[in-house]
């Protein structure tokens, strides 16, 4: 069975006015899924991820790296807010 991870932190990440990634788009996705009984999806809350997960797929720099971005609501560019 395939399944549909969200979280609700989703929809309070605000990438700003017009950007293409923002809670309206998560919000219009899951209502159509919902119309459509989640289409054999199962629903579950995403986990936060461990360490060991995210230097399976990242070097350490750059786990480093978006941590202290993000511990300053900084942007990597104009289209990548944290």
Do not use: C, K, N, Y
Request: net charge negative.
């Amino acid at each position: 069975m395939p399944v549909f991870l969200s979280h609700p932190s989703s929809i309070d990440h605000d990438t700003g006015f017009g950007h293409p990634e923002r809670p309206d788009r998560i919000r219009a996705i899951e209502r159509e899924l919902e119309r459509r009984d989640w289409l054999g999806f199962e629903r579950r809350e995403a986990p936060e991820a461990t360490q060991e997960q995210l230097l399976a797929v990242h070097p350490q720099e750059h786990v480093e790296a978006v941590r202290e971005l993000s511990a300053r609501a900084g942007a990597f560019d104009l289209d990548t807010p944290t």
